[in-house]
Every structure is written in structure tokens, then in C-alpha cells.
């Protein structure tokens, strides 16, 4: 097959792009696929795409521009029967994802989860929601999934690496749209994905994997050269040649556990900020002037003594409650597939370097706690940009789309003098960028579940550095920042896994 690359399509073109192949070629083809799909906005809206090409003598058109050879690689695992076993703690992308590999290899795989099944988790999301009962190992945090289940389920990345073909072919034989092969900004929505992981799990119980949900491992089972040889839960013990941890950021109570087990952890580097909400058609019209039907999302920076940044951005999207324990606030954000709420939010974080706390799980709860008590419920702290500017406060230019309701608060108390300043030095960049920004937004908090403040240090067999056969992988283990990054590294953890074991075979 050939690769063709950077051709040009005005938007609602797309049903010519066979005959634009055709023409470049100056010939027939057989078929095409579409390997990338981007938009170039900064004139004329197009979309720009690279498209793998069927068609007789490919050899003849290698030496025009932009067309070269395009073989896709065959990354499925080679079966062999491996009288291992793989434990994996946590059921997010690292988890789904490195259970496959395994099973896929050959081995034994169980799969432990502190929360529930999706059906049975939407039922209590739904119900945290609407009436505020909060069920701590039940929630947008914990379950079949991850937090990623509860999200816009993005599926961008930065990395490049031949696996992301893999992840991709993966969620579509699932059930996922063909369009997240090649859309550049890729999602699949909250109730899209939802439907992909319950079905790979499935398919992983019948390729026989065993799972173990509402079960959370509550200590670990060491030999003396602290070798993992078996995991401990409150319904029994379980052996394991391996174990995988895949835990998210919010498993507070696992990685107290890690730490009684002298387990090396790191800090490292967080952010806290709040959700900013804006009228959907304010971002469509300042991105695109309203050119293209899909609701439009931005991407912003600011460079200060402290950075600033756009995470998680959510066009037409919803903020949710996403705590996972009593009597604290944490929001964070969410897309259906459609997009279609009318409202557009993303959080607004600010850099806080690892020398500011002694423990960042205690610092983030701390926010999160303050925040409780200010409402002295589980309504979010909110306020218009334009107030927190002024230090002023005005009921909201519309309400917000959390569900639990908003109560209106100074966001200068939240933060010190200085994040104040370089936060406000930040609004005033995004408002030159996206003009309206203060004027028309508000703001929802706190946020602060977008990293995991410490990071289990791993050695070069993907082990931790101090715990043979324990396998840090995914966001928790500080490994990761989205769904893709998380499932890329629950690959490499499975590969190292197969990898090692083919070394002992030789």
C-alpha cells in the first residue's frame, strides 16, 4: 500500500476525497483508508489528511511528493502457554489494556477493582448526581474503567509509538466509531466509551480472564528479598508470579498501604486550579467563526514563574462532581459523544512544585476539605472570571452544568497572593487570545485530581526500584496523563512481562 499525505479538502468535501486520490495518482485505486484527519482553521477551514492507499504497481508514483510505502505492523502478542500468573490492581486504560496483552500472550490474569461494573457504577454516579449520596468505592473516580470512563475519553496524546494503532484497532473492534483512527483530536464521549469497556471486558472473560470487582487489595505479601508473591484482599489471599499496579490518582487508601510497605515512592510537581465554563458558540465562533459543526475546543498556555494551563477541555461538555470521599469538593469535567450540551469547560491548573508540600495527598485534600465547608455540602465553589479579577461577587452570567449546584465564592481565598497574580496575569493572555474569555466565563472548583502527586519509581525491567515483581504502571503510579498514555504504558509493563520470560526460555 502507498501513504499520501497533506491533501486538502474543504470542509463537507469529504465524500470526494477517492476522486482527489485518483487525481494525485492520475489512476484507479482499489480502496483507501483514512490514517489522519486534522483541521487547518487558519484561513478557509480544510481538513488536511493522510490516507493509505490500494493500488496496482506502487513502485510507480514513489517518487512523487508526499507519497511513500505503508506496511501497518502486526503487533498482536505470539500465544504460548505460560504457567504464570499476573495480578493487575486497577481497571482503568493501564489495566484494560495490559490484561489484554497478557491474555493475549498466554498467561494467567486476575483482575482486581475496588469499584463496581459499569452498569451497576452508572447507577450510582447517577444517583451521586441527583441526590448527593455519595458512594466512596463507587463513583466517577473508581470502577470498571477508571476516571477516564466518566470524562470526554479523549484520545490524544503527544507520543508516537506503533501501540496507539493497536489501542485504536482495539476500541473500534469494541464497538468504537472508525473516525478515531485518524481524527486528530480523537473522542468518544462518556456514553460511548462506557459500551467499548464493558464489552472488552467481555472478551476478556471469555479469553478467561478472572475478575474481581468491588474487591480493593489491602496489602501485599513480600519474601524476604521483597519479591511480591502474593496479594492480600478483605475476602482472601491471592498468589501472583507478577503484579501490576494500575491504580488511579485517587486510591489514597493503596498507596497508604504501599507506604506501610516501604514501597519507593517520589513526589513530584502538581497543579490545582477549577473548571472555567463558557457559551459553547463563544468558542465556536472565536475559533472557527461558527465555519465547521463540530463544537470547538482551545488549548492555552501561559508562561509565568508558574505555568498555567487549559487540561481536560470539554466542548459542549458538562463539569461533575468527581470526589471519591466524603465531605470534600472536587470537580472535574465530562463530554457525551454528541457534545451537545451548549457549554464549554476545561480546568484552569496552576503549577505547584514538589518543595511547596510534604505531602501532596494531604494538600490536595486540604483544598478539597475547605472547599466542603464552605458550602457545607457537596454544591461547588463558583464565581464569575470577570469578579475573581476584581475580587468582587455577582450572581453567575448562567448557571452552571454541575449538577449538584453552585454556591458563589472569592477565588482569591483559595490560593496565595502570588497564584492569584500570575492566575490573573493568565486570564488576561487567554482573553487576548479568546476574546470574551473573562468577560462571558465563569469558574467551578476546586480541581485537583490531574495528576498524582507522587510517582512509584520503576527500574529498567519496569519494576519498582525496591519491590521485585511489582509493576508501577498508568497515572497513579505517575506513568501517565490520559487514556491513551495510560494504555500505552500497561502495554510496555505487559511487554517487559513477555519479554523477560521469552529472555528465561533462551
Not at 460511548?192 to 505479601?221: M, N, P, V, W, Y
Request: charged residues 30%.
Amino acid at each position: 500500500m502507498l501513504l499520501i499525505s497533506d491533501i486538502k479538502l474543504k470542509i463537507h468535501e469529504e465524500d470526494r476525497l477517492q476522486e482527489k486520490i485518483e487525481k494525485i495518482l492520475n489512476h484507479p485505486i482499489r480502496s483507501f483508508t483514512i490514517r489522519k484527519r486534522s483541521l487547518d482553521a487558519r484561513k478557509e477551514p480544510v481538513y488536511v489528511y493522510s490516507v493509505a492507499v490500494d493500488v496496482e504497481h506502487e513502485e510507480r508514483y514513489l517518487k512523487k511528493k508526499g507519497i511513500s510505502f505503508y506496511r501497518k505492523k502486526d503487533l498482536k502478542a505470539e500465544y504460548k502457554e505460560r504457567n504464570e500468573t499476573c495480578i493487575i490492581a486497577g481497571y482503568g486504560p493501564s489495566g484494560i489494556f495490559s490484561a489484554w496483552r497478557l491474555i493475549e500472550a498466554g498467561y494467567h490474569v486476575t483482575v482486581f477493582e475496588k469499584g463496581k461494573r459499569i452498569k451497576e457504577r452508572e447507577a450510582d454516579v447517577k444517583r451521586f448526581f441527583e441526590e448527593g449520596i455519595l458512594d466512596e468505592d463507587s463513583n466517577v473516580q473508581f470502577g470498571e474503567g477508571g476516571a477516564g470512563t466518566f470524562s470526554d475519553a479523549k484520545l490524544t496524546t503527544r507520543l508516537k509509538d506503533p501501540y496507539i494503532d493497536f489501542i485504536l484497532d482495539l476500541l473500534v473492534e469494541h464497538g468504537g466509531n472508525e473516525s478515531i483512527r485518524y481524527e486528530h483530536h480523537a473522542h468518544i464521549g462518556t456514553d460511548q466509551i462506557r459500551k467499548i469497556i464493558a464489552a472488552i471486558t467481555d472478551d476478556l472473560i471469555e479469553k478467561g480472564c478472572e475478575f474481581h470487582f468491588s474487591e480493593e487489595i489491602t496489602d501485599l505479601e513480600l519474601d524476604e528479598e521483597r519479591h511480591v508473591r502474593a496479594v492480600i484482599t478483605k475476602q482472601g489471599r491471592y498468589q501472583c508470579d507478577h503484579f501490576l499496579l494500575g491504580i488511579g490518582h485517587s486510591a489514597h487508601a493503596t498507596f497508604e498501604m504501599l507506604k506501610r510497605k516501604d514501597v519507593y515512592m517520589e513526589k513530584k510537581d502538581i497543579a490545582v486550579g477549577f473548571r472555567v465554563e463558557h457559551p459553547q458558540s463563544l468558542i465556536d465562533e472565536r475559533q472557527t467563526g461558527n465555519k465547521i459543526e463540530a463544537a470547538n475546543e482551545y488549548f492555552l498556555t501561559h508562561k509565568d514563574t508558574k505555568g498555567v494551563y487549559s487540561f481536560c477541555m470539554c466542548p459542549g461538555g458538562i463539569v461533575v462532581p468527581a470526589m471519591s470521599e466524603k465531605q470534600t469538593v472536587v470537580t472535574n469535567g465530562m463530554s457525551y459523544a454528541a457534545r451537545d450540551s451548549g457549554t464549554a469547560n476545561s480546568a484552569i491548573l496552576i503549577q505547584v512544585k514538589q518543595e511547596e508540600f510534604s505531602d501532596g495527598f494531604e494538600y490536595l485534600k486540604q483544598i478539597e476539605k475547605k472547599a466542603y465547608e464552605y458550602s457545607s455540602s457537596y454544591q461547588a465553589l463558583s464565581q464569575n472570571i470577570g469578579d475573581y479579577m476584581n475580587g468582587e461577587l455577582h450572581p453567575l452570567h448562567f448557571t452552571s452544568t454541575y449538577p449538584l449546584k453552585t454556591v458563589l465564592y472569592d477565588f482569591n481565598e483559595l490560593f496565595t497572593e502570588e497564584e492569584n497574580e500570575i492566575l490573573k496575569r493568565a486570564f488576561f493572555d487567554f482573553d487576548r487570545k479568546i476574546p470574551g474569555f473573562i468577560e462571558k466565563g465563569i469558574m467551578v472548583g476546586p480541581e485537583t485530581r490531574s495528576s498524582c502527586p507522587v510517582r512509584i519509581v520503576r527500574n529498567e525491567k519496569m519494576e519498582s526500584v525496591n519491590t521485585p515483581k511489582l509493576y508501577p504502571m498508568g497515572e497513579g503510579a505517575g506513568y501517565g496523563g490520559g487514556i491513551v498514555s495510560c494504555a500505552l504504558d500497561g502495554i510496555r509493563i505487559a511487554n517487559a512481562i513477555i519479554s523477560e520470560y521469552e529472555q528465561i526460555q533462551k
